[in-house]
């Protein structure tokens, strides 16, 4: 089981992965009402250049939020790297969140993935 974070206060992001046998569950959390905002199952299959893996990705929204968004290129960069489905949940939310408050969830979700990758070696 892995759990990491960045950030801080309203902008901090949560990232819980867990393995099971046959793939990864995940939860991406954070702002200041964590909650199920969407879910995402992406699964593996051979890339259409004919090199590599790519993926197939589900997105299940709850009407009227847009977590999915910052959940979508982590959940497959992980499919594609670790070369089995992924399911996460994503929950992010901020009230009234500004342009900069935006920015910066982005920002550490970025900076999540990008750990979680280094750890995944």
């Known amino acids: ?18 393995q099971t046998h046959e793939g990864w569950i995940g939860s991406l959390t954070g702002g200041e009402k964590p909650h199920v905002g969407g879910v995402i199952l992406a699964v593996p299959r051979p890339s259409l250049t004919g090199s590599g893996l ?23 960069q992980l499919c594609v790297k670790l070369g089995v489905p992924i399911s996460m949940t994503c ?23 990008e750990e979680i990758l280094g750890l995944l070696k």
Do not use: F
């Open 1 to 18: 089981m892995y759990e990491i974070s960045c950030g801080e206060g309203k902008h901090k992001i949560c990232l819980k992965l867990e």
């Open 54 to 76: 790519s993926c197939d990705m589900w997105t299940i929204p709850v009407p009227g939020h847009l977590d999915h968004e910052a959940a979508a290129p982590l959940t497959r």
């Open 91 to 113: 929950g992010i939310h901020i009230k009234k969140a500004s342009t900069a408050d935006i920015s910066l969830i982005k920002e550490n979700c970025h900076k999540l993935t």
